[in-house]
């Protein structure tokens, strides 16, 4: 009974380095929504994705973020040149229906980001 | 665009009292509405959810929760919370369209023995 599953668990990385998140959807979920929780934050929405395709990218940084939901294999946050302040946790959600429906997501137990 | 405030960072509770946990948000219409809870170290659970009919919903873990349109609010509620309920609870809305869940800054519960 496979959730979304979100790997690594935890990562550490040096200023400058890269950071690769993934996430695997629940089986049948082919919308993928990737959010943000910094310290005594809420969750900030980063973006939407669905196979190949990026839906809404509105809440992505300009600079150094992207994410892909490729045809196969999971869907990945990429973060270049890691900053201090992208330490965080990571949250994967995904949804069956898309945001047409009322929205409601499963999410995965994170990837908690720190930059040393 | 929509937002959600809860105004409550932290509330404690001692085991066996009840709990309400305050939540209104901000949209034009009605949304679609949530509550999850997030326990330490992990991923966030729906306890419960509101999208049309009965004001008053059911969750799991015993809770419950009642919209109220005129007040634009959606208050979680538990009659006897339990030790094991300590943890952070969040509310969000939903507004259909391509953005998602917009979430609260989280409710973090601290239970008294």
């Known amino acids: 009974n496979a959730g979304v599953m979100q790997n690594p668990r935890h990562l550490v990385r040096r200023r400058g380095q890269e950071a690769r998140l993934r996430c695997s959807p629940m089986?049948?979920?082919?919308?993928v929504y990737w959010y943000r929780q910094l310290p005594e934050e809420g969750l900030k929405f980063m973006v939407y994705?669905?196979?190949?395709?990026?839906?809404?990218e509105s809440g992505m940084p300009k600079e150094r973020f992207s994410a892909e939901f490729p045809k196969e294999g999971p869907s990945i946050l990429r973060i270049q040149q890691v900053v201090r302040g992208d330490s965080a946790a990571y949250f994967c959600?995904?949804?069956?229906?898309?945001?047409?429906?009322?929205?409601?997501?499963?999410f995965g137990e994170g990837s908690r980001l720190t930059v040393l | 665009a929509q937002s959600v405030t809860q105004p409550d960072i932290h509330i404690t509770v001692s085991e066996g009292a009840s709990l309400e946990l305050r939540c209104n948000y901000s949209?034009?219409?009605?949304?679609?509405l949530f509550w999850y809870v997030q326990s330490p170290g992990q991923g966030l659970q729906l306890l419960l959810k509101?999208?049309?009919?009965?004001?008053l919903v059911q969750g799991i873990k015993g809770f419950e929760a009642e919209f109220k349109r005129s007040q634009s609010s959606f208050n979680l509620r538990k009659p006897s919370v339990h030790w094991s309920d300590a943890a952070e609870y969040f509310c969000?809305?939903?507004?259909?369209?391509?953005?998602?869940?917009?979430f609260g800054k989280g409710t973090h519960l601290i239970i008294q023995p």
């Open positions: 089986k049948g979920h082919s919308h």
């Open positions: 959600a995904s949804s069956p229906f898309g945001t047409m429906n009322t929205g409601e997501l499963f």
């Open positions: 969000a809305v939903g507004v259909g369209g391509a953005d998602g869940l917009t």
């Open positions: 509101y999208f049309s009919g009965d004001t």
């Open positions: 949209y034009g219409a009605t949304p679609y």
């Open positions: 994705l669905q196979k190949e395709n990026i839906i809404d």
